[in-house]
């Protein structure tokens, strides 16, 4: 029996997390005094458990999120209007199996992107594929794709991701054709595959958002069948870290300045 072509042998077989750490674990499962059985089942673990990170590192990337926010990272005492129990129900990612539609809603600055952002990452861990895309570059990209002809590509290309994550619908105002190039996205996914959609805009000013009441309604149809609503209530949250630090002493300002802070 000839060991010196083990390393050799593991990367042949693609098993090079083992490889790389076969001295460490070994050594490790000798300190333990692990049986053969065990000390199989932990080098087993160890590749298994590379190649878990790198699927989720992969998916990550793939999703291309626009900055990293976690469900750990939200202060859940700071956004009393939402139920953590809720939040935590939506991680273990059943709408997205479902098919369901999630939408958060609210004023700026009180947490939608960041759970957006969070949640898009727990449904990447769960093994679904994710896409996060503004709002407007979502709408620009398919008005583009329709004036060359390449919408049907377009459209297949949103439609791909078992979780599209739109975000900021109501932040600008649409292009006339948006209504009818979003609604065609939303019927395209409908029933097969999730959205998450966050807007500062309840759903009843869509219309106004689409600048187009009719279909603005077959969008909300679509989308309210199977959803999640969560309206989110209160003050921004960077507003109030910059009041605790003292820069600012009286109430928020308006909506539309916030964002320039
Ligand atoms: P929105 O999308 O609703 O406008 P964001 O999610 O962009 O708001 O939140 C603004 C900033 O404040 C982000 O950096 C976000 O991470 C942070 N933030 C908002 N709410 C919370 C919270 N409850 N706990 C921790 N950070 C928060
Ligand atoms: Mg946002």
Redesign the pocket.
């Known amino acids: 029996m000839d060991a010196d072509h083990l390393p050799e042998m593991l990367a042949r077989l693609k098993l090079t997390a083992l490889r790389d750490r076969l001295d460490t674990l070994l050594d490790e499962a000798a300190r333990r005094e692990l049986s053969l059985r065990e000390t199989l089942a932990l080098l087993c673990e160890a590749e298994v458990a590379h190649r878990e990170e790198r699927r989720i590192q992969m998916g990550l990337g793939i999703a291309k999120f626009p900055f990293v926010?976690t469900l750990e990272?939200?202060?859940?005492d700071?956004?009393p209007s939402l139920d953590p129990k809720q939040i935590r129900d939506l991680a273990a990612c059943r709408w997205v199996a479902n098919g369901d539609a999630l939408l958060l809603l609210?004023?700026?600055?009180?947490?939608?992107?960041?759970?957006?952002v969070a949640l898009g990452r727990e449904a990447v861990r769960h093994g679904y594929s994710v896409l996060f895309v503004q709002a407007t570059e979502l709408i620009t990209a398919l008005a583009r794709a329709h004036v060359e002809g390449r919408l049907e590509d377009k459209l297949a290309h949103y439609a791909k991701a078992k979780l599209l994550i739109v975000?900021?619908i109501g932040y600008l105002p649409f292009e006339p054709n948006a209504a009818h190039l979003f609604f065609q996205l939303v019927s395209r996914r409908y029933e097969r595959g999730s959205m998450l959609v966050?807007s500062?805009r309840s759903v009843s000013e869509w219309g106004t958002v689409f600048g187009d009441p009719v279909v603005a309604t077959a969008i909300l149809d679509r989308l309210l069948h199977h959803s999640h609503v969560i309206t989110?209530r209160g003050d921004?949250?960077?507003l109030r870290e910059k009041r605790r630090a003292g820069l600012l002493k009286t109430n928020p300002a308006p909506a539309v300045t916030e964002n320039t802070l």
Do not use: W
């Open positions: 926010r990272g939200f202060d859940f700071a956004q609210g004023p700026p600055g009180v947490g939608k992107s960041h759970l957006a975000d900021e966050t500062n989110i921004s949250y960077r």
